[in-house]
Structures are given as C-alpha cells and as structure tokens.
C-alpha cells in the first residue's frame, strides 16, 4: 500500500539559512499534519492542511511557513534557521480520524 | 490540564514476558485514542485506536489496549513480548471528537522507552 512520502530524509543547513520540507501524503487523503520532533521529545503538532487550505495551527514559529498545492502534496518552509531547529519533522496525512506518517525530514541545524 | 500522562519513562522487559504500557489522559470528554510505536530514527507506526464501543480493541504486531473510563486510561498490552517490539511507544489522543476538516491533530504523551532482554 501506498504510503506517506517525505523528502528529503536528512537535511543539513546553517543557521540562519532556509529549508524547505516535503511531504506527499497517501493518495485520496485529503488532510496532512505536519509534527516537530525534537530530541528525545514526543512531536508536538505545528500546522494543518483540509482540501488545500490551512485548518489548524500549533506551536510553528513564524519563521515557518507551509503549504498544501494542488495535487495534495505539502511544503514546509522554515527561514532563518536556528540550532533550536533541529529535530525530526513529521508529515501524516489522513482520510478519518486516523493518522498515517511519513518517515520523517531529519534536520540538522549547524 | 488537559493533558496525556505515559508514567513510565523506561521499561525493561525480558523476551517472552508480558507487557503493560500505562496511559492516562485528562479532558473534558473522551478523546479519540491512539497507541503508535516509534523505531529509533523511525516514522511512527500506528498499532491500534480506540475511538467507541468494545472497550478492548485488538491492534497489529499482538498488541490490545484497553480503554477504561472511569480510571481515564488507555492502557497497552501484549501478552508474550519478542526483542523486535523494542521501541518507543507514544500514547495519543484527537481531544476533539466529531470534528473533521483537520483539526484532528494529535497530542502525544511523553512516550515510554521499550527494552527487551534475550
């Protein structure tokens, strides 16, 4: 079965570079959750897209930005980067109540 | 608070021994209920939910929870454990019920660390 693709897998920046994160969610889902992960943390939930358009917001900074496209697939942009940046992002994407993740954007902020 | 508890941290277990996770939550209303697992390095694999009905739902990899509402828990069980089920185990809940249209974001306990011993 099909599932959640992110890219890229790891990700290396400087601090005060940019990154961009994508995530293409399982076919004919039509929501996608973006999570942060961060060291030996549990993901705490940064933003939400519905049908392409945002729905939800957490804890995202700012400096963040994320989108949803036409096809489903969704962008997390992330300016300025900061050390504190550094964790394992997270996309699920879902039909129903059930969330299915990606492997994750391991991010590195040096 | 609302809030979901994982009180244990770390748990060791040897092969073959049975397994309890323990999870609590506090919100108004029952939330929806998750239990994902978590390889190092790895996405998270959802093992079961809980969302109404039988209070012992039957997951993959032998894995059972079972909700109970007046102890606000959701606890994860398996009877015999094998050295692949070492992991990160992540209690979960959707705190708002019957909403749709992505506002079903998860809010995650603190997990509990798996270590399983020959």
């Known amino acids: 079965a099909a599932g959640v693709i992110q890219s890229p897998r790891h990700l290396i920046k400087e601090k005060r570079e940019t990154a961009t994160l994508k995530c293409y969610p399982i076919?004919?889902?039509?929501?996608v959750y973006w999570y942060q992960q961060g060291p030996g943390q549990d993901p705490q939930f940064l933003i939400s897209?519905?049908?392409?358009?945002?729905?939800d917001k957490g804890s995202i900074p700012d400096r963040f930005s994320a989108q949803q496209f036409s096809d489903y697939h969704s962008e997390l942009n992330m300016s300025s980067l900061e050390l504190g940046d550094s964790a394992l992002y997270f996309c699920?994407?879902?039909?129903?109540?059930?969330?299915?993740f990606g492997p994750g954007t391991r991010l590195t902020v040096t | 608070a609302q809030s979901v508890t994982q009180p244990d941290i770390h748990i060791t277990v040897s092969e073959g021994a049975s397994l309890e996770l323990r999870c609590n939550y506090s919100?108004?209303?029952?939330?929806?209920l998750f239990w994902y697992v978590q390889s190092p390095g790895q996405g998270l694999q959802l093992l079961l939910k809980?969302?109404?009905?039988?209070?012992l739902v039957q997951g993959i990899k032998g894995f059972e929870a079972e909700f109970k509402r007046s102890q606000s828990s959701f606890n994860l069980r398996k009877p015999s454990v094998h050295w692949s089920d070492a992991a990160e185990y992540f209690c979960?809940?959707?705190?708002?019920?019957?909403?749709?249209?992505?506002?079903?974001?998860?809010?995650f306990g603190a997990g509990t660390r798996l270590a399983v011993h020959p």
């Open positions: 809980y969302f109404s009905g039988d209070t």
């Open positions: 979960a809940v959707v705190p708002l019920r019957g909403f749709s249209g992505g506002y079903n974001k998860l809010i």
């Open positions: 076919p004919r889902h039509d929501t």
């Open positions: 897209f519905y049908e392409k358009m945002q729905s």
């Open positions: 919100y108004g209303a029952t939330p929806y």
């Open positions: 699920a994407s879902s039909l129903n109540y059930e969330q299915y």
